[in-house]
């Protein structure tokens, strides 16, 4: 523990040299010639011949100078602290990386990543995201590497400490980075570079753009999902004018009515949502409904249609006992509840039930004929579990309306 309170920042000071000592890494490798001499622009060394270059004397507190390493393992384990027992963020460095470091301490390297290691904090002890950032409020806001409340935290971060958003975690913490957040990786893991290379020195900035990409895509995240919530609210808006027309039309004498124009309407407005918006069943439930209003329509015209017999030709009587013997049955058509299960369509005349009704393929939706007077054309039988005969719809004519 004493290990952990020596490397992690505990002021405002400190803060604010943890987040610089990157950007110190690279200005405190300048190169200097293989004659000894300094680089252009650079300070002469100091001398007995040049007193006036000899260094200020080193202030007490200050701080260690960072330095380059490249990571040697496959994949280096960022730890919580400096142990061999501590857990690990879930960040991993690839090998190949370069990062800035400093000293080693009992086997260990504190690595200064750009934006800090991922960790977790609870919704409760942040206030509410701002440009995909998050501040924390109360003293003492723990930091968790991983979302659980049931083990001791990595660290505990002042009131205002301000993290970067990177994810959102089962709906009640935030996965974050924090730049004064410390890390640590096994000196083993690491090699340090004595003399680096301008190409290891420019690729140290290959952490940030990893580091920044999570957060952009976080962002970029929100983005969609605020856009997608602005196209959802004015699709429920155009869904719910859709089936307010329905319902006018419906309000209209049958004659009168008008589903075509309804359907296109529908069918270009099932064309612009998503496969897989949720509107989709309510959409095509309102085409279904819109479909069986249609026959119903169809149906009345049907009935209420007088043949214009031709001007030329003799007109012949046609010896029809019955105009209604087209049908297989004449009657009202009703729905009965079952006592035990679901229930089902009868029709009935004279207060007598003559069939169970059923409409198998599908053209007919019956419950837009219940309570009318219907004539009915399709094949009968009479399963052994039924107490009446079965007559199963392929035609039906409305005969008469409810009085």
Known sequence: MSLRCRFLPRSRADITWGISVLTAALSLLAPVSAQG????GQAPAASPQNPSSAPAPADKDARPAPVLGQIQTAEARVLCWPSANSPAFEDKLKQ??????????????R????????????????????????KTKGKGVSLRYRPRTGEAPVDTLK?????????????????????????????????????????????????????????????????????????????????AGLQERVRGEGQKNTAAQQWQPIAEAITTFAKELA???????????????VENRKWVVEATAVRDT?????????????????????????????????????????????????????????????????????????????????????LDVEKIEVLGLPR
């Open 111 to 134: 690595v200064l990543l750009p934006l800090g290691p991922v960790g977790f904090v609870h919704k409760k002890y942040v206030g509410e995201p701002q440009d995909g950032r998050v």
């Open 275 to 289: 496969a897989e918006s949720p509107l989709q069943g309510n959409v095509k439930a309102l085409q279904q409904s």
């Open 37 to 40: 001499q300094p680089a252009p």
């Open 306 to 390: 007088e043949p214009v017999p031709p001007k030329d030709l003799p007109q012949l009587q046609a010896d029809v006992k019955d105009a209604l013997d087209r049908f297989i049955t004449v009657g009202w058509l009703r729905w009965e509840r079952g006592l035990v299960g679901p229930g089902q369509f009868v029709i009935e005349k004279g207060d007598q039930r003559l069939y169970v009704v059923t409409c198998n393929n599908g053209r007919y939706d019956l419950a837009m004929f219940v309570g009318k007077e219907v004539g009915l054309i399709g094949p009968r039988r009479r399963p052994g579990t039924e107490s009446m005969r079965v």
């Open 159 to 239: 009131e205002g400490t301000e993290l970067l958003i990177v994810a959102e975690k089962d709906g009640e913490w935030w996965q974050v980075r924090g730049a004064e957040i410390a890390a640590f990786v096994a000196e083993a893991d690491v090699q340090v570079l004595a003399a680096p290379t301008p190409e290891q020195q420019a690729a140290v900035a290959e952490l940030l753009q990893t580091e920044q990409a999570e957060v952009d895509g976080w962002l970029k995240a929100v983005a969609d999902k605020q856009a997608q919530a602005a196209v959802d609210a004015e699709q429920t808006q155009k869904l």
């Open 96 to 109: 190949g990386l370069v990062v800035a470091l400093l000293p080693a301490d009992a086997g260990f390297r």
